[in-house]
């Protein structure tokens, strides 16, 4: 599958998961090549051949959201449509793929132990700040999930204002251990995966995967694997997804 990630942790067997890069398929330009996003100003026939080489790969459809950076948790099935408003989805059923687009936000992935549900998260600092983990976290009851953390900007890349902080530490004295002084007074450099593991293990998720800072990770920092909407302005989207086989 050209060079997507394919997560390693302790998922059952019964459950998949993968996340794409920008290469394999066939948009141009800023674009190039496998842009998964109809709302950046891409050529929408060259997004649909890219939609259908994903759904290919999977072997089950991928339901794309309309992310808002917002928390609502969305439960998908075979008849739910694209374009449906949420920054989180879940699925009980194996004939879909929750999946969450981004270009440098943060994908997570979730599963219980016995691979009876699945979801995923789009965590941006709005929707981190707001709790959309912890949201989704919740439909997975008092079996707490395991997490599998994706490629997103990283903390050396990621230059925040004091809103952003304030925001964090107003809710855990913990989250200032995530901010870094910036380039000049008033701003940071912010670890989003950081934060997620932070908010994932207070919300009682022990099993955390993937994306640990490192600059393999950050979005920004790897122009040929990854699309960054701060790098780049006009940018495409790559996905994160997983379903139950």
């Known amino acids: 599958m050209h060079d997507w990630l394919a997560p390693d942790w302790p998922a059952p067997s019964s459950v998949r998961a993968l996340c794409t890069t920008r290469t394999g398929g066939v948009s141009h330009g800023a674009y190039q090549s496998l842009n998964l996003g109809e709302h950046v100003g891409d050529r ?5 051949a890219n939609r259908a080489t994903l759904q290919a790969a999977l072997s089950v459809r991928p339901v794309f959201l309309q992310q808002v950076h917002g928390t609502d ?15 989180a989805c879940t699925a009980v059923v194996p004939d879909v793929a929750c999946t969450i687009m981004v270009a440098d936000c943060l994908p997570v ?33 008092d079996e707490r999930p395991m997490a599998w953390l994706g490629p997103c900007i990283g903390p050396s890349a990621f230059e925040v204002g004091d ?7 107003a809710q855990s004295a913990d989250a200032a251990a995530c901010f870094r002084p910036g380039p000049m007074p008033g701003k940071w450099w912010a670890d989003l995966p950081g934060l997620a593991r932070q908010r994932l293990s207070a919300a009682g998720v022990e099993s955390l995967h993937g994306n640990d800072g490192g600059v393999a990770w950050c979005t920004a920092s790897n122009p040929l694997r990854f699309f960054s909407h701060r ?15």
């Open 231 to 245: 790098r780049d302005g006009v940018s495409g989207r790559f996905a994160a997804c997983i379903w139950r086989a």
């Open 163 to 169: 809103e952003v902080r304030t925001a964090f530490v």
């Open 44 to 48: 929408i026939d060259d997004v649909r």
């Open 109 to 141: 992935l979730f599963t219980d132990r016995n691979g009876r549900r699945v979801a995923a998260a789009h965590a941006g600092w709005r929707g981190l700040a707001a709790g959309v983990l912890e949201r989704t976290v919740a439909v997975f009851g």
């Open 73 to 87: 948790v969305l439960g998908v099935d075979a008849d739910t449509p694209d374009g449906a408003v949420a920054d």
